[in-house]
């Protein structure tokens, strides 16, 4: 029997994280992830991912010491991000700088020495890039600020809100992890087969960037600015359904509930955006499609995903819809390289293929 798209087919055991489509549950090895938004640091996360517990004092100076020591690109990878033409999206430039990224010695078995250098490099890439756009001087990385202060300020040239890291922080951590969504798998079935970590969070980057999975959240903003106003929610959604598009935002493989992601974002945004018109549009947007969706499939729980809310806060600290994608890459780094880990140690993948062509005579 086949299974289209591999849906309920279980390739692998992880003990990095549950995600229970139900009950709508989402824990990151023993934690809920969303406690870990509120109370910890992206770093404190990614530790608890990579070494398997929240770090100690020491183990988290330890952590950000060698982050920090690694923000810095090498000339080359400038150069190759420079070269690429104004109109190229900046998941082809986050893609293609990460690909040049030399790993140093061995390549293979992939070690968590390479995981913080290639996770400490994304913000950098994505930065560097957005500031030559606007015709800026890329601003070098600080060494005082933590992995979202710094992304944070390097894209915007000055030092962010309290607010607006801790918010960032919370996005950042809710998406580091989310079991074998397609860039994992993508991860995973790179690693299976003894290639390096630089090639599996290339492919990776590669599998996100598709509207289906994480270049979702710009679309949404988009549809929020073409309805426009409360009015036009309705009809524009019906001819959208009608037209048999998808809503972006909306529907999940794994979940038939909201996406816990989703509700904990949706209190994120809210505290950041008082009285936003743009927010409160996209919350009747929101309701609207979610009693058009039970209509146009009754049989299908079609709830609200990460992306609805990501948008929301990452519109909320100022970030333009170009970098909500490469910004989900920053954070999904974290899981991916985890998930190099578990797989560096598993059989190769390679599934079958039924043939439906013709023999030859
Ligand atoms: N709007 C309208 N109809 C939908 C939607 C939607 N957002 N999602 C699913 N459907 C319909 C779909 O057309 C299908 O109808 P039919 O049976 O008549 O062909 C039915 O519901 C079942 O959908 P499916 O494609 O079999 O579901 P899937 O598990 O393969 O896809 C999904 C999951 C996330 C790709 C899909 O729900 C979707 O395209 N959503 C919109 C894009 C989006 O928001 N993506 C972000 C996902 S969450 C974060 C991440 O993974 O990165």
Same mark, same amino acid.
């Given at each position: 029997m086949i299974s289209l798209g591999l849906e309920n087919v279980v390739v692998a055991e992880t003990d990095l994280s549950l995600v229970d489509g139900l009950k709508g549950h989402?824990?990151?090895? !023993?934690?809920?992830?969303?406690?870990?938004?509120? $109370?910890?640091?992206?770093?404190?996360?990614?530790?608890?991912?990579?070494?398997?517990?929240? =770090?100690?004092? @020491?183990?988290?100076?330890?952590? !950000?010491? %060698?982050?920090?020591?690694?923000?810095?690109? &090498?000339?080359?990878? %400038?150069?190759?991000?420079?070269?690429? &033409?104004?109109?190229?999206?900046m998941m082809e430039v986050l893609r293609t700088g990460v690909a040049s990224l030399p790993l140093a010695g061995d390549t293979w078995p992939p070690t968590l020495d390479q995981i913080i250098y290639l996770t400490a490099k994304l913000p950098t890439i994505i930065a560097?890039?957005?500031?030559?756009?606007?015709?800026?001087? &890329?601003?070098? =990385?600080?060494?005082?600020?933590?992995?979202? #202060? $710094?992304?944070?300020?390097?894209? %915007?040239?000055?030092? &962010?809100?309290? #607010?607006?890291?801790?918010?960032?922080? #919370?996005?950042?951590?809710?998406? @580091?992890e989310h079991g074998l969504n397609a860039s994992t798998f993508t991860a995973r079935v790179i690693a299976s087969t003894r290639s390096d970590l630089v090639s599996s969070i290339t492919g990776a980057i590669g599998a996100l960037k598709g509207p289906l999975h994480g270049g979702a959240p710009s679309e949404v903003t988009e549809m929020i600015e073409a309805i426009g106003t409360k009015e036009n929610a309705e009809p524009w959604i019906k001819a959208k359904l009608a037209a048999g598009e998808r809503l972006m935002g909306f529907g999940h493989r794994i979940y038939r509930t909201t996406d816990p992601r989703a509700i904990a974002l949706s209190k994120v945004a809210s505290e950041l955006t008082a009285e936003d018109k743009w927010f409160d549009l996209a919350v009747h947007v929101e309701q609207i499609a979610l009693r058009l969706l039970k209509e146009h499939k009754p049989n299908r729980p079609l709830e609200t995903n990460v992306e609805f809310y990501a948008a929301a806060v990452m519109r909320a600290i100022g970030l333009p819809d170009e970098l909500f994608t490469p910004s989900f890459a920053v954070s999904r780094t974290v899981g991916w390289s985890a998930h190099v880990l578990e797989a560096a140690k598993g059989k190769i993948i390679r599934p079958q293929s039924n043939y439906t062509g013709t023999m030859p005579e």
């Amino acid at each position: 029997m086949i299974s289209l798209g591999l849906e309920n087919v279980v390739v692998a055991e992880t003990d990095l994280s549950l995600v229970d489509g139900l009950k709508g549950h989402l824990v990151y090895r !023993n934690h809920w992830a969303r406690d870990l938004a509120i $109370n910890n640091t992206f770093e404190e996360v990614a530790h608890l991912l990579w070494y398997g517990h929240l =770090p100690s004092e @020491q183990e988290l100076a330890d952590l !950000n010491a %060698k982050l920090v020591a690694n923000r810095e690109l &090498p000339a080359h990878v %400038k150069a190759v991000v420079d070269a690429m &033409p104004d109109d190229m999206d900046m998941m082809e430039v986050l893609r293609t700088g990460v690909a040049s990224l030399p790993l140093a010695g061995d390549t293979w078995p992939p070690t968590l020495d390479q995981i913080i250098y290639l996770t400490a490099k994304l913000p950098t890439i994505i930065a560097h890039r957005y500031a030559r756009l606007n015709n800026r001087e &890329p601003v070098a =990385p600080r060494t005082d600020l933590g992995h979202t #202060a $710094n992304y944070l300020y390097m894209l %915007k040239g000055e030092e &962010p809100l309290t #607010a607006h890291v801790r918010a960032f922080d #919370a996005y950042l951590i809710l998406t @580091q992890e989310h079991g074998l969504n397609a860039s994992t798998f993508t991860a995973r079935v790179i690693a299976s087969t003894r290639s390096d970590l630089v090639s599996s969070i290339t492919g990776a980057i590669g599998a996100l960037k598709g509207p289906l999975h994480g270049g979702a959240p710009s679309e949404v903003t988009e549809m929020i600015e073409a309805i426009g106003t409360k009015e036009n929610a309705e009809p524009w959604i019906k001819a959208k359904l009608a037209a048999g598009e998808r809503l972006m935002g909306f529907g999940h493989r794994i979940y038939r509930t909201t996406d816990p992601r989703a509700i904990a974002l949706s209190k994120v945004a809210s505290e950041l955006t008082a009285e936003d018109k743009w927010f409160d549009l996209a919350v009747h947007v929101e309701q609207i499609a979610l009693r058009l969706l039970k209509e146009h499939k009754p049989n299908r729980p079609l709830e609200t995903n990460v992306e609805f809310y990501a948008a929301a806060v990452m519109r909320a600290i100022g970030l333009p819809d170009e970098l909500f994608t490469p910004s989900f890459a920053v954070s999904r780094t974290v899981g991916w390289s985890a998930h190099v880990l578990e797989a560096a140690k598993g059989k190769i993948i390679r599934p079958q293929s039924n043939y439906t062509g013709t023999m030859p005579e």
